[in-house]
């Protein structure tokens, strides 16, 4: 699944049918190619679901697992393993700059192509390339950094 497919939509909690936010971006783990969380609104009212939490994507939702995992939703539109500052201070993949490890500039992050399963990166897509995930080493504020070409 392409994160562009699912951007926008509302992120909905599975114990109380609470809206949470609207997804707004992903947060990878790029060394383990996996999503390590989804950036739910945007600014002072945004947070972090972590991945654990994620119970699937469908056509017109995310659904989450509550604070408490009982299904009563815990205090207020919760969820589960809230996150603070480890995964919220990581910088979000799309619109990042690529550069290969031989040091030059592969565009920028478009989308991210992911296992809505599992949560494994597949691929990442710039302007002109799609990345396989095998690639990806690192994202820092400055750039994603991807194994060099030929």
């Avoid at 992120?11 to 936010?21: C, K, L, N, W």
């Avoid at 119970?55 to 017109?60: I, K, V, Y």
């Amino acid at each position: 699944m392409r994160f562009s497919r699912t951007a926008g939509h509302p992120v909905v909690s599975s114990g109380s049918a609470e809206r949470i936010g609207d997804l707004a971006g992903l947060v990878l783990d790029a060394s383990a190619r996996r999503v390590a969380g989804l950036r739910v609104g945007r600014g002072r009212h945004g947070r972090i679901v972590p991945w654990s939490a994620v119970e699937g994507f469908g056509a017109d939702a995310v659904i989450a697992r509550p604070a408490g995992g009982d299904g009563s939703g815990g205090e207020g539109s919760g969820v589960a393993g809230e996150v603070g500052d480890e995964l919220a201070d990581r910088p979000d993949p799309l619109g990042a700059r690529v550069l290969l490890t031989t040091g030059f500039e592969a565009g920028e992050v478009r989308d991210v192509e992911f296992d809505e399963g599992s949560g494994d990166v597949l691929a990442v897509v710039t302007g002109s390339d799609t990345v396989d995930a095998s690639r990806l080493h690192a994202l820092g504020s400055y750039a994603l950094v991807v194994e060099g070409g030929d």
